[in-house]
């Protein structure tokens, strides 16, 4: 069984979600990401992604709480592949935040989906 904690991006960066959207916008540019998972201190509570950013471009003085999304697709490290993938084409999502025993243990983007693809092919040829 081909497991999501084998294809995930382990200790991704991440922001408080009393940081500053100013502060998650220069990680991201200097990172070259577009996923930050959002943190109340150790407890995860939703994901930053660049459309956030860009939906919150006019406003000023905002963390990053105010324009994150809470409810971002989670699931366990040791979750079938196959499901997250089912999971992300059913909520057409582009990231999925992966944890550990409650902790944030890494994140899954279209990226790494488009790696894992990239894989397989290259073991069928």
């Known amino acids: 069984m081909m497991r999501i904690g084998d294809y995930m991006t382990r200790q991704p960066w991440s922001v408080q979600e009393d940081d500053s959207i100013g502060v998650a916008r220069q990680m991201m540019a200097q990172r070259e990401i577009h996923h930050l998972p959002v943190l109340d201190g150790k407890e995860l509570v939703g994901v930053l992604t660049d459309r956030d950013l860009v939906?919150?471009?006019?406003?000023?003085?905002?963390?990053?709480?105010?324009?994150m999304t809470a409810t971002a697709l989670r699931v366990d490290i040791d979750t079938p592949l196959d499901d997250v993938l089912e999971r992300m084409i059913d909520?057409?999502?582009?990231a999925v935040l992966i944890t550990a025993d409650g902790?944030?243990?890494?994140?899954?983007?279209?990226?790494?989906?488009?790696?894992?693809?990239?894989?397989?092919?290259?073991?069928?040829?």
């Open 91 to 94: 909520r057409r999502s582009d």
């Open 55 to 67: 939906a919150a471009s006019q406003r000023v003085g905002v963390t990053v709480e105010q324009v």
């Open 103 to 125: 902790d944030v243990a890494g994140i899954f983007t279209a990226n790494d989906a488009v790696r894992v693809l990239r894989d397989v092919l290259h073991h069928r040829s």
